[in-house]
């Protein structure tokens, strides 16, 4: 969707750790301690691939998989920096009556299909509504 429309489209990536899943905070806070160096999506991936086995463990593997500075990401995956984050991203979550991951949201509203063909239409729809307002 950003090839497509690059002037138009943008990711946001929000965390929802699901209750269901133990390690799901510990695992949004890896993410985003991983992302401090330029490894948000490559650690957000291996997550994804491992969700069934996701615990301590596991993120220290996948840390070293990435050679990531231990030591820098153990400190910002515990710090009160990122434990905000993941609340507010979870408070805007329930605020917009967010009950599953993942979501995707164009211009604040919840699509059903995820498939490119459902983005694309929906993507091309708000764009006509947004040149007939102006």
């Given amino acids: 969707m950003i090839e497509k429309y690059p002037q138009h489209v943008r990711l946001v990536f929000k965390n929802y750790p699901l209750r269901s899943h133990r390690f799901a905070r510990q695992a949004a806070a890896a993410a985003l ?27 220290i593997e996948i840390r070293d998989a990435l050679a990531l500075k231990a030591d820098d990401f153990d400190i910002m995956r515990l710090s009160p920096l990122v434990a905000r984050q993941i609340k507010e991203d979870v408070r805007l979550g329930q605020e917009v009556g967010l009950r599953g991951t993942p979501s995707v949201y ?13 983005l694309s239409a929906s993507v091309e729809a708000e764009l006509r509504r947004l040149n007939k307002s102006e």
């Fill in 106 to 118: 164009v211009n604040g509203r919840l699509q059903r299909s995820r498939s490119l063909d459902g």
């Fill in 33 to 59: 301690a991983a992302h401090v160096q330029d490894k948000f999506w490559e650690f957000h991936d291996k997550l994804f691939e491992n969700y069934r086995s996701i615990n301590e463990e596991k993120i």
